[in-house]
């Protein structure tokens, strides 16, 4: 039931099987973990020292057959915990590193949900005031809600502000997104809904391709344009679709 968001969290599968096995049904030997997660017992003992090394299973006392159970889930957070702090440490390094051969000028392509959580962390990381052109609502993806949370409160820390142009749309089958993103936005006629968008922030341009109401799909492209001047030209552009509508 929860083997993908185990194997998310850095368990391999039959990590992830043998421990949630271990949560259903208590103390297990070896046979009975494989008879009950269809894992071959091999695979299992090679499994069994890595859990353990992670601290989710350990070993019952004065058996004479090895048994094992799992440790409370909340474990897991630490695991997480653990891992974030490791991250901490080496990212001012890795973006030392970053500095040295990152470019002023370069185009390149996202795709799908995790290319759009790379354009929002872009945003993050700019720290600049984003102008939205064609914009469908979405940060809104139903997948993408805890990600999106935590982008809204790091760009309210960094006091980003958003100006948005909707498609018509939003008007009417989304209206419980403009109180999220608030103000100012306004709405482009009605005519021109298209399946793709325009957003600017300081340097960057990003256009958006294959793009539906609320929804961000694999088949979504985002082209990542990095050039000071050109952005400014597309803001400039921006201003005179705002002050038109």
Known sequence: MYLETLQELGLSLNESKIYESLLGHGILSVPDISERTQVHKRNIYDAIPRL???GLIYQIAESKEARYAAVAPDKLSDLVWEKESKLEKILPGLNKQYKKTAT???VYIYKGKEGFKNYLRD???VGEDV?????KGGWFDRDLQTFIQKFLNAAKKKKIK???IFDHEIKSKAPELLPVLGKPYKFLPPAYSTTGAIDIFGDRIVTFS???LKSITEDVT?????NRELADCYRTWFRFMWDSL
């Open 104 to 106: 002023s000028e370069a």
């Open 52 to 54: 353990l090394n992670k």
């Open 131 to 135: 102008y939205f052109v064609g914009a």
């Open 162 to 164: 958003y100006y948005h």
């Open 222 to 226: 985002l082209t990542v344009i990095v």
């Open 210 to 212: 294959g793009l539906t």
């Open 123 to 125: 945003i993050l990381k």
